[in-house]
């Protein structure tokens, strides 16, 4: 195998990524089926179409005068991105050492952990009364950190495995990230030229991104075959990070937040927004930047794990709803924390004439 770049398997062929060494991941091409060539041009190209109907979706939700506006009070922000970048990357690696995951497995839930919000934690936010503003601006600065931030933490947790910081491509995931900034950035553009597309964008997107969930699925289900997937994807150690990834990104969102004394819309958002990967992307590249015949079925536990993220955020916003409905009592909500300034105007009631 020539240390070359090959179409055929992702970004680097596996000598250039592991040094053709698969021992790295206890694994060889027989442990992790792989996919026939045909399927595997088949969802590496719908993979990277996706994500850049996904970013441009994404860049359409963003806009320039309310980005300024929490730049200028950045508390917010600023407790948002250490609770993305600080909570979810070490949940990640504490599961992938409690479970004790094999490398690969290993590798795979670190780049979920480390993955920037997506826009799905937007309709989430709103689902709970959230603060949108405060939502947007932190995905975008999420996706625009990532660039940094994603590489860098990968480097320093995979030194938490023996012989796993050398076999990480460090240079195919940064071009993959890179790749994600002209898409989104096209979004911004869309919405600060043309914002009345931004919303049909947005939706055909969101709905899109699902239906191509379903399509990969169904096309590796047919290459692998569901025994398998199963017990690639569904063993009881990567279903329990899954399921507690989500958990506990939301749990220490809020928490956070509320050490910090922000009002009850921005905890809920930066809740949101720490449970919430962006999940195409952390799909992607999977899929692209690692060889087939390394990363067999694995690409797919993104798909697991948003099931989770979706699930339990589900459950939150029903309990929060009966909260709303049934306990609220209606006060006055002492805003702790307003990082954009609002014109409050004092309506008054027509005064009767006397005739």
């Given at each position: 195998m020539e240390h070359t770049t090959d179409s055929n398997t992702g970004l680097f062929t596996e000598r250039h990524l592991f040094g053709n060494d698969s021992s790295l991941f206890n694994i060889s091409p027989g442990h992790l089926p792989s996919l026939s060539p045909i399927i595997e041009k088949?969802?590496?190209?719908?993979?990277?179409?996706?994500?850049?109907?996904?970013?441009?979706?994404?860049g359409c939700t963003m806009e320039v005068s309310k980005i300024k506006a929490h730049i200028l009070k950045p508390k917010g922000v600023a407790i948002a991105v250490v609770a993305q970048f600080g909570i979810m990357p070490?949940?990640?690696?504490?599961?992938?050492?409690?479970?004790?995951?094999?490398?690969?497995?290993?590798?795979?839930?670190?780049?979920?952990?480390?993955?920037?919000?997506?826009?799905?934690?937007?309709?989430?936010?709103?689902?709970?009364?959230?603060?949108m503003n405060l939502s947007i601006v932190m995905t975008t600065c999420s996706t625009t950190l990532a660039l940094v931030m994603m590489p860098l933490l990968l480097f320093l947790y995979c030194q938490g495995f023996s012989d796993l910081g050398s076999a990480v491509p460090y240079v195919g995931i940064t071009v993959a990230l890179v790749m994600t900034l002209v898409p989104c950035g096209v979004g911004v553009l869309i919405n600060y030229y043309r914002p009345q597309y931004s919303k049909t964008i947005t939706k055909v997107g969101l709905s899109i991104l699902l239906m191509a969930t379903i399509v990969i699925?169904?096309?590796?289900?047919?290459?692998?075959?569901?025994?398998?997937?199963?017990?690639?994807?569904?063993?009881?150690?990567?279903?329990?990070?899954?399921?507690?990834?989500?958990?506990?990104?939301?749990?220490?969102?809020?928490?956070?937040?509320?050490?910090?004394?922000?009002?009850?819309?921005?905890?809920?958002?930066?809740?949101?927004?720490?449970?919430?990967?962006?999940?195409?992307?952390?799909?992607?590249?999977?899929?692209?930047?690692?060889?087939?015949?390394?990363?067999?079925?694995?690409?797919?536990?993104?798909?697991?794990?948003?099931?989770?993220?979706?699930g339990e955020a589900l459950l939150l916003i029903v309990l929060f709803w009966v909260h709303q409905r049934f306990f609220h009592t209606p006060k006055t909500d002492k805003r702790m924390y307003n990082p954009v300034d609002k014109q409050q105007e004092e309506v008054k009631e027509p005064q009767e004439v006397a005739v």
């Open positions: 088949s969802i590496n190209v719908t993979s990277i179409v996706i994500l850049f109907i996904t970013m441009v979706s994404l070490l949940t990640a690696f504490l599961l992938a050492k409690v479970l004790q995951l094999r490398p690969l497995e290993a590798v795979a839930v670190l780049i979920c952990g480390c993955c920037p919000g997506g826009n799905l934690s937007n309709l989430l936010a709103l689902a709970l009364k959230g603060d699925g169904v096309l590796a289900g047919v290459s692998l075959g569901g025994t398998s997937i199963v017990k690639t994807i569904f063993s009881p150690p990567l279903m329990a990070t899954a399921a507690l990834m989500p958990l506990i990104g939301y749990t220490f969102g809020y928490a956070l937040s509320y050490l910090f004394r922000l009002n009850g819309p921005s905890r809920r958002t930066i809740a949101m927004e720490t449970g919430c990967q962006n999940i195409q992307l952390c799909s992607t590249i999977l899929k692209v930047a690692f060889p087939p015949d390394v990363i067999g079925a694995l690409y797919l536990f993104p798909g697991v794990y948003i099931m989770f993220q979706v």
